[in-house]
């Protein structure tokens, strides 16, 4: 996708293509059942999580910064995105396609993360010596030195600009970059990245640089290991990896909090298209919330759970305004938005819109029965534990707990908290922090006055 770099080479040998199968196959199997947990900080400062694994010889590394969208400078949105982007691009020791040919013939899978808050690389290699040392070189390689070429800056700006120009055509993109914009007017959130035009075209590779050493510094990431290791060599590799970093301030960078006075708007934006495309939020929850278990398993009743959802029983299965609705909170490192979305004949978009508020304001004044509660835990439970049974995901997950401070017994908890919700807590975390009374709506599709029949 557009938010992870892209890794190449021209051809592979028979050797590379072996290992390119061999963590494939890996990837396939079970996480082993014997875990074992070690958190620390590195010399230089940078927050560690390893978790020790024997079944498979794979060792999967991230790195994260607190530099993703949210920390973009105003007039300069999408440099966040473009520096990651870039690491890959060319070191003062190698160029472009050197490095791709290097992690080519290490048969390692190297990738991204971007979203609001953080930018970082992924790492999969075999746990083998030599392989693995070879792709850690890499990597440390474009952590110490990446050099931003200029005429490689120019071809991504121009392909940047022209995935723009196409997904500004998108209705649900519209709605979606309309509904940030509008929920955090004046707070980085309101930025998804992308960028504009004018914005893209501003970033030089002196941008880049400067954005590189301010936040990719030790201090400001978090790094995660899973794999087939020892302690010790683990310990080596976060040393390896922080060293390469730049040193910066001893602070890692914070947010301000969002307004919590949401303003109450609708927004009615005229689209070709077919379909009305519907969101509906208000702000949520932040990670670590005390509120967020009793919240999401209220979302899973409202509209979470797909076709055992209010929202789909009465809007798809009842009335056929719509193939398919769901609602989500999107817990960040500040507020994160809680989101309705679908989407709707243009004819129906009032009805399904004003149905679509009706039921989630009667939910959050009534609450959930006892037993969609128990059913909602059972699914949260069973589906948790489906999702924690490789490294990759194991690495997901204790990722987002380095990097937003989470308990490191998260993952072990997470049955017994969810378990623990009581009906009452889930009441009362539905009128403290979802009255519903003012929302951001936007509605992309119809002409603003076929819309408004209703004045």
């Not at 504009?196 to 995660?224: A, H, M, P, Q």
């Not at 194991?394 to 707990?401: A, G, K, R, V």
Request: with cysteine.
């Amino acid at each position: 996708s557009d938010d992870e770099p892209g890794y190449f080479t021209k051809e592979y040998t028979v050797r590379e293509i072996v290992l390119f199968c061999l963590l494939s196959l890996f990837s396939s199997f079970g996480f082993a059942d014997e875990e074992y947990r070690h958190q620390w900080t590195t010399s230089g400062g940078t927050k560690v999580i390893f978790i020790q694994t024997s079944v498979l010889p794979i060792v999967d590394v991230s790195i994260d910064f607190a530099a993703g969208a949210a920390f973009d400078p105003a007039g300069k949105e999408g440099l966040a995105r473009f520096t990651l982007r870039l690491l890959d691009k060319g070191t003062e020791a190698s160029d472009e396609q050197q490095l791709a040919e290097r992690l080519a013939g290490t048969g390692s899978q190297l990738g991204g993360t971007f979203d609001l808050d953080r930018s970082g690389l992924t790492l999969r290699s075999l746990a083998f010596e030599d392989e693995l040392n070879d792709s850690l070189s890499v990597v440390e390689e474009m952590l110490h030195a990446p050099t931003f070429p200029t005429e490689i800056l120019d071809r991504e700006i121009k392909s940047g600009i022209a995935s723009l120009n196409e997904s500004v055509k998108r209705p649900g993109t519209v709605a979606s970059r309309t509904f940030y914009e509008q929920l955090y007017p004046d707070h980085p959130y309101r930025s998804t990245g992308v960028g504009t035009e004018e914005s893209l075209r501003s970033l030089t590779s002196g941008d880049l640089s400067s954005f590189y050493k301010r936040f990719y510094r030790r201090t400001n990431g978090v790094i995660t290991i899973v794999g087939d290791l020892t302690l010790t060599r683990a310990t080596e590799i976060s040393e390896q990896l922080s060293d390469a970093l730049p040193i910066g301030d001893e602070a890692p960078e914070k947010l301000i909090a969002p307004d919590i006075g949401v303003i109450d708007r609708e927004t009615v934006i005229y689209n070709p298209a077919s379909q009305a495309h519907i969101r509906i939020g208000a702000l949520g929850v932040k990670r670590g919330d005390p509120d967020y278990l009793p919240l999401i398993l209220a979302n899973q009743i409202l509209g979470g759970g797909g076709m055992t959802s209010i929202l789909y029983d009465e809007l798809r299965e009842k009335r056929g305004l719509t193939y398919g609705v769901y609602s989500y909170f999107s817990p960040l490192r500040a507020e994160g938005p809680f989101v309705i979305s679908f989407q709707t004949r243009k004819d129906q978009a009032r009805d399904a819109l004003d149905l679509a508020m009706e039921l989630a304001r009667q939910f959050v004044r009534e609450g959930p029965t006892l037993e969609q509660l128990q059913n909602a835990k059972r699914y949260f439970i069973g589906a948790f534990a489906l999702n924690v049974d490789s490294n990759a995901e194991l690495l997901d997950y204790y990722s987002t707990i380095g990097f937003y401070g989470l308990p490191l017994d998260y993952i072990d908890s997470f049955s017994q908290r969810v378990e623990s919700v009581t009906l009452e807590e889930v009441n009362d975390a539905l009128k403290r922090r979802l009255t519903l009374e003012k929302t951001i709506r936007i509605i992309v599709g119809p002409e603003a006055e076929f819309l408004r029949t209703d004045g």
